[in-house]
């Protein structure tokens, strides 16, 4: 296991080496949650890298990885812990069978651990002391308030409360990492404890080492233009712009198809990796993605 960073500058190596850009604010933010121990809740939109945060952190410290993927309707049962009822039902009956009916002694029993089913945050508050794990919440506000109620005690406390056994608290708090993509206000009284942190859509030049990095085989000019396009994507009104995770994609793509540069005809028949709507996709055949086209050779042949 690797140890923690002692500073901004080695958070900002250690994601460097995990071939993950990040720019000096989020480097600070990541090294201060990992130095005061405080949960870093991540807000932005899809698609900028916010959960690869904790997949690096997780590998480039040497420390498991637990992700809890939030949806509509997730609940305790689903995300701490619940009892394998059906396992229960075959004790009772095979204690009822061999005379056992101490009601005390088979409460006892089937509400110990053996037959506990450990959900991803009672796992990670459990993992074992010196490696901790990190703990993705991912996509946070999908759930309901009421479930964001649920995680104080955790946050606060890195602990649990389940009612057949009692608190269960962490040896070693794991590291937290929390995402939203802001469909929805988290409430202040979770977010009071972490760290935030906006994650924005990168400045061209980090988006293209993201590139050059992330589609190591894509030509050169190629990669220049796809970023600029991208760039300028993000200005106009779109109902989803693309995120990193979709520039990567596309830069695949068009390597996939022998592309050496951008044309029409490329962008064209490969829109869909980019731009998930199909409003947003006849906007820019209707002759949007020309324009932009153009504009990008006459700026990088201006700058070269």
Request: glycine content about 4%.
């Amino acid at each position: 296991m690797t140890k923690s960073p002692a500073s901004i500058d080695e958070t900002a190596d250690l994601l460097d080496k995990a071939n993950y850009v990040a720019d000096r604010a989020l480097a600070t933010v990541v090294f201060l949650s990992l130095r005061m121990g405080r949960p870093l809740f991540l807000e932005g939109e899809a698609g900028v890298g916010k959960t690869e945060i904790a997949k690096v952190l997780a590998s480039a410290l040497g420390r498991p990885l637990i992700r809890l993927q939030c949806y509509e309707g997730l609940d305790v049962s689903s995300a701490l812990y619940e009892w394998n009822y059906a396992a229960q039902m075959i004790e009772i009956r095979m204690r009822e069978a061999s005379g056992d009916i101490s009601r005390d002694a088979m409460r006892s029993e089937i509400f110990s651990e053996r037959f506990l089913i450990r959900r991803p945050i009672l796992q990670a508050l459990e993992g074992e002391a010196g490696r901790a794990p990190v703990l993705l919440i991912d996509e946070l506000d999908r759930t309901d308030e009421a479930f964001e109620a649920f995680l104080l005690e955790i946050l606060s406390d890195n602990q649990v409360t389940i009612p057949e056994l009692g608190t269960i608290k962490a040896a070693e708090p794991p590291i937290v990492i929390i995402t939203t993509n802001r469909t929805r206000e988290i409430h202040d009284a979770l977010k009071r404890r972490c760290l935030y942190h906006w994650v924005d859509y990168p400045e061209a030049e980090r988006e293209l080492t993201i590139v050059q990095r992330k589609a190591p085989t894509a030509n050169a000019e190629l990669a220049a233009e796809l970023v600029a396009f991208v760039q300028k994507l993000r200005k106009i009104d779109l109902f989803k712009a693309p995120g990193v995770a979709e520039t990567i994609d596309w830069a695949n793509a068009l390597t996939e198809l022998n592309a050496v540069a951008l044309d029409p005809s490329h962008i064209s028949d490969t829109l869909g990796v980019l731009l998930k709507y199909q409003d947003d996709i006849q906007r820019l055949e209707r002759g949007e993605s020309r324009q932009i086209l153009d504009e990008v050779k006459r700026e990088l042949t201006r700058a070269s």
